[in-house]
């Protein structure tokens, strides 16, 4: 995962920052914020792509929204220097049209959505996002609300299984859920470094692999924050909220995220669904938006040398139509929910 702020000593969210924002140059041009207009900055993080946004056109007007009040916060100074030209505002992305609403904008000319943890999150170890350094097992984006301690320590065997094996793509979630299981009724989980150590002692790393925990975590860091389904109702509130020719831009970091997204994209912008030999090809439903990208953008070899965080990276966006707002997909819907075990239907895992 990546940060979003600006470059190496400039001055993000009003003060120095070590966090750079991925594909920045790519955002700008499939945003187009240089023709002037009301964007949306659903995930405002260190203000990388915001500050970008006010400096692509004098008469630009940011909704910058963040549910971490670190965030808003930390972007005081900048919502100083553009007083007149930006609104940091704290929220859920998935709420980004009823937020643009309360603020008066009926409509607005883009969104762009950076989805994931920022690299604020992962470097701070009191916020519990990362193994690297030991800190309270946390994750809470909000601040507020259950802890990853909570649901480790909470949760049924059945249902940790799930949430390693479907949000952390975690192969060996089950053997996982059994040893928290039983190290839990020994000791609770308070820290980061005892689940990240009780998983490496299952999972063996592989040379110049990920740390053995990396999936557990990711697993846990999605439920804790319901980023999918969060995810899902921002790029609905998105294609309620844009004006024709308004410009939706994500940016992803893993297969869960990108998955969604392509999908979304690709029943939005009218793709057939495809027949089988025993019925025929449905028809098209009506596009919501145009393609911009034909697949994912990915960043250079040159962007990855110089922040790795940017090597998983994906970008797709789609021009909003005149069509008016369908109906949820419930086929993404479902991408983002953990599916129903026996135990949660009341029989046996």
């Keep these: 995962m990546m940060g979003r702020g600006d470059g190496p000593g400039a001055g993000a969210a009003g003060g120095p920052s070590r966090h750079v924002p991925v594909l920045l140059a790519e955002v700008g041009t499939t945003l187009d914020a240089t023709r002037g207009g009301v964007f949306i900055d659903g995930t405002f993080g260190a203000g990388g792509y915001t500050r970008a946004i006010l400096d692509a056109h004098p008469q630009n007007r940011v909704i910058a929204i963040d549910r971490d009040p670190d965030a808003i916060a930390g972007g005081e100074a900048l919502s100083v220097k553009f007083k007149k030209r930006l609104m940091l505002l704290p929220g859920r992305f998935g709420d980004l049209d009823e937020i643009a609403r309360a603020q008066g904008f009926e409509s607005v000319d883009g969104v762009v959505l950076d989805i994931g943890v920022s690299s604020m999150q992962l470097d701070q170890a009191e916020r519990g996002f990362s193994f690297r350094n030991e800190g309270p097992l946390d994750m809470r984006m909000e601040q507020s609300g259950p802890s990853a301690a909570d649901l480790v320590n909470e949760a049924s065997e059945a249902e940790l299984a799930d949430i390693f094996y479907h949000y952390g793509e975690e192969r060996r979630a089950r053997a996982v859920a059994r040893a928290v299981i039983e190290a839990r009724r020994r000791q609770p989980f308070e820290t980061t470094r005892q689940l990240a150590d009780l998983v490496a002692s299952l999972i063996r790393q592989e040379p110049g692999g990920i740390h053995p925990a990396t999936r557990v975590f990711q697993g846990l860091r999605i439920a804790v924050n319901d980023e999918l389904g969060e995810l899902v109702r921002a790029l609905h509130a998105a294609e309620r909220i844009l004006k024709p020719g308004g410009r939706l831009v994500v940016v992803t970091f893993h297969s869960l995220e990108d998955r969604i997204v392509k999908q979304f994209f690709s029943v939005r912008t009218g793709r057939a669904p495809t027949g089988s030999r025993h019925l025929p090809t449905a028809a098209a439903p009506e596009a919501t938006f145009d393609a911009i990208t034909r697949g994912p953008i990915a960043p250079s070899e040159q962007e990855m040398a110089r922040n790795p965080r940017a090597r998983s990276a994906k970008l ?28 949660k239907k009341g029989g046996r895992r």
Excluded: V
């Excluded at 369908?326 to 983002?336: D, G, R, V, Y």
């Design 316 to 343: 797709r966006a789609g021009s909003r139509t005149d069509t008016p707002p369908q109906e949820p997909l419930s086929a993404i819907t479902m991408l983002a929910e953990l599916p129903q075990t026996a135990e």
